[in-house]
């Protein structure tokens, strides 16, 4: 299993502004992934990071909206840029650290843009 | 494209009923089926994991079956309490990246 720590829990912000988000993991991990949930919906995945590269993307998300860092096996940042209303989610971070796949994740980070 | 469905959408049962959520996919190349759970404006906690090799999977009062070959999963929860009200999500694995989750059952059980 895996502890994962996320920061902030929630925020409110202003559009056009920017915010990152912390996760830390309790144990070294290759990959690390990002997802977003917006309201009523369930899981998209952002970005898939790994340590020392760039992250992957999925279709429909770009690395000047959502700039990702990852500079040690135990932690990453998701920042979401020039924020607006629909940008208003929860942001989860999640990792896969065992040989079973089996996925683990942080408590989200719950976003509203005002 | 591997599309992932739960039925029923919203489920309310009284307490002390067992009761079976539903999960289909489309793709049955799968590496592995996991069932979360998800309490309002939090994460995702693992409930259970069930690889592609395997039939079913207990933890407590949950079960999990797979069945690969017609595409379907069903998380059998025993005697509910109301500590159980929550949205259970089934998620696809087929490599290391490609996860897809469905859009949840929200359980609500009435004491």
């Known amino acids: 299993s895996a502890v994962i720590s996320q920061k902030p829990s929630r925020d409110i912000c202003q559009r056009g502004t920017s915010l990152t988000i912390q996760c830390q993991v309790d144990?070294?991990?290759?990959?690390m992934f990002w997802y977003r949930q917006q309201p009523g919906q369930s899981l998209t995945l952002i970005a898939t990071?790994?340590?020392?590269?760039?992250?992957?993307?999925e279709s429909g998300f770009v690395i000047d909206k959502f700039p990702i860092s990852r500079p040690n096996l135990t932690f990453s940042t998701l920042t979401v840029s020039n924020m607006s209303p629909e940008d208003s989610s929860i942001y989860l971070c999640?990792?896969?650290?065992?040989?079973?796949?089996?996925?683990?994740f942080g408590e989200g980070s719950r976003l509203t843009v005002l | 494209k591997q599309e992932v469905t739960q039925i029923p959408a919203a489920l309310s049962v009284p307490e002390g009923e067992n009761l079976v959520l539903n999960c289909s996919f489309t793709?049955?190349?799968?590496?592995?089926l996991q069932w979360f759970r998800q309490d309002p404006g939090k994460g995702l906690t693992s409930l259970l994991l069930?690889?592609?090799?395997?039939r079913e999977q207990t933890s407590g009062r949950l079960n999990a079956s797979l069945d690969k070959s017609s595409g379907r999963s069903t998380l059998y929860i025993a005697a509910s309490q109301p500590g159980d009200s929550a949205t259970y999500l089934c998620?696809?694995?087929?490599?290391?990246?490609?996860?897809?989750f469905g859009a949840g059952t929200r359980l609500t059980v009435k004491p």
């Open positions: 144990s070294q991990v290759t990959m």
């Open positions: 998620a696809v694995r087929r490599n290391n990246n490609d996860m897809r």
């Open positions: 990071a790994n340590q020392g590269s760039e992250a992957t993307y």
């Open positions: 999640s990792v896969a650290p065992g040989g079973t796949g089996e996925l683990f």
């Open positions: 793709d049955s190349a799968i590496y592995n």
């Open positions: 069930i690889q592609s090799s395997q």
